[in-house]
């Protein structure tokens, strides 16, 4: 049941929020005045009330799963990102990079019941154009019916140079060899102050916004992710949901948004930062929801969230856990301390346990089954 819009605004003037009930109401745009505005009160819960009415009345009380399996191809990579736990150079301690044959062989070994495989690795230009077409060629020869969501804008950005082609033409050559869709990651917060100081070797927002253009203009369907925790401001952060909302207002591309809250440990140059709160947690899924009016769904990823945030999400506006997961090693290599996988029965007993009711999901939002 709706909360009267008078005794929400009434909460609001109080917190700072004057005006977003009435908005949020009747499906009117938050500015990023507003969004800052949502950054900065105090009162979580009137976001969570806010973000919840939202998302039932997008998705009503279903929430989303998948059962999916991760394949981190390799962790070499030669953009040195200084919040990144998982980089390597070859011949590092724990460096490695799986041949065509053992992305294979992973894909037989997975879950017989997973329907995607999220395929994300470091950039080391040595591999070759080829190196890119193979491993996906391989997931589909372990897995033939599986859908492949592998790279992200970065990647892609370097299998272009590789290829010395035209993108259209390098689109064409991934989809053939096997790829469906693509993943949210590499953009990390758009701000170009806070690139040069932690990740200047990787693209700008520029480039990773006229790749996810190209790409959605393509037909590929992809996600988006913001990184933050870092030594990002508030404004900055509302600048990047802005590029995201304005990109998906010209393609429609975006699935879903992925707030990725930053995790310190082992990283290079952050380690001596804390891990966001959980009620910055919760507060990103709330914003994510609210401000990204145009993109249909928020994930609430568990592994990165931990269980008991990722769940109390479901009523802060996400309506997706992400997935099962298997192998996952970007967020364990920066100290997540979730468990490396869940089965299906717990990730139901996970939403039931909330009041949702679960819905198992293709990597499209296509409902496969509704329990
Ligand atoms: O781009 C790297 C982030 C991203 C750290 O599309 C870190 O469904 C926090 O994008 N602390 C990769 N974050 C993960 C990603 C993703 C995850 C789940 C689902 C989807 C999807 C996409 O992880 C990177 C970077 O922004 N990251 N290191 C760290 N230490």
């Known amino acids: 049941m709706l909360l009267p819009l008078r005794a929400l605004e009434k909460r609001a003037a109080q ?12 499906q009117e745009r938050l500015t990023n005045a507003d969004g800052l505005a949502m950054y900065q009160t105090e009162d979580l819960s009137l976001l969570g009330v806010l973000a919840n009415e939202v998302c039932e009345r997008m998705h009503g009380n279903v929430a989303y799963y998948n059962v999916n399996t991760h394949v981190n191809y390799t962790n070499w990579c030669n953009r040195f990102c200084g919040f990144c736990a998982f980089q390597r150079r070859p011949g590092d301690d724990g460096a490695y990079c799986l041949s065509p044959d053992e992305v294979e062989q992973e894909l037989k070994d997975t ?45 892609v950005d370097e299998i272009i140079r590789l290829a010395k082609k035209p993108i259209s033409e390098v689109l064409e050559d991934l989809k053939e060899a096997g790829l469906d869709s693509m993943p949210g990651g590499g953009a990390e917060i758009f701000s170009e102050r806070v690139r040069q100081k932690i990740y200047p070797k990787k693209m700008g927002a520029a480039r990773w916004l006229e790749l996810a253009e190209a790409i959605h203009q393509h037909g590929f369907r992809t996600n988006c992710t913001m990184l933050y925790g870092m030594i990002e401001t508030l404004e900055e952060r509302m600048e990047h949901l802005a590029e995201l909302r304005k990109l998906q207002d010209k393609t429609n591309g975006f699935q879903t948004y992925i707030p990725l809250a930053f995790h310190p440990k082992n990283t290079p140059e952050l380690s001596h930062l804390p891990f966001p709160g959980p009620t910055e947690r919760l507060r990103s899924i709330a914003i994510g929801r609210l401000f990204l009016d145009n993109i249909p769904n928020i994930k609430a990823y568990w592994i990165m969230m931990g269980l008991p945030v990722a769940q109390l999400a479901l009523s802060f506006g996400a309506n997706d856990l992400d997935g099962t997961v298997s192998q996952e090693k970007v967020y364990h290599d920066a100290g ?24 198992e999901r293709d990597t499209l939002y296509r409902t496969l089954q509704a329990h």
């Open 111 to 155: 879950n017989p019941e997973a329907t995607e495989v999220h395929m994300v690795g470091g950039v080391w230009p040595a591999l070759g154009y080829e190196y890119f077409l193979d491993i996906l060629r391989a997931a589909k020869r372990g897995r033939p019916d599986i859908h492949v969501k592998a790279y992200t804008m970065v990647e």
């Open 15 to 26: 917190a700072g929020l004057a005006g977003i009930p009435t908005k949020v109401r009747q």
């Open 336 to 359: 997540a301390s979730t468990p490396e996988n869940l089965d299906r029965a717990r990730i139901l007993q996970l939403i039931q346990e909330v009041g949702r009711r679960p819905a």
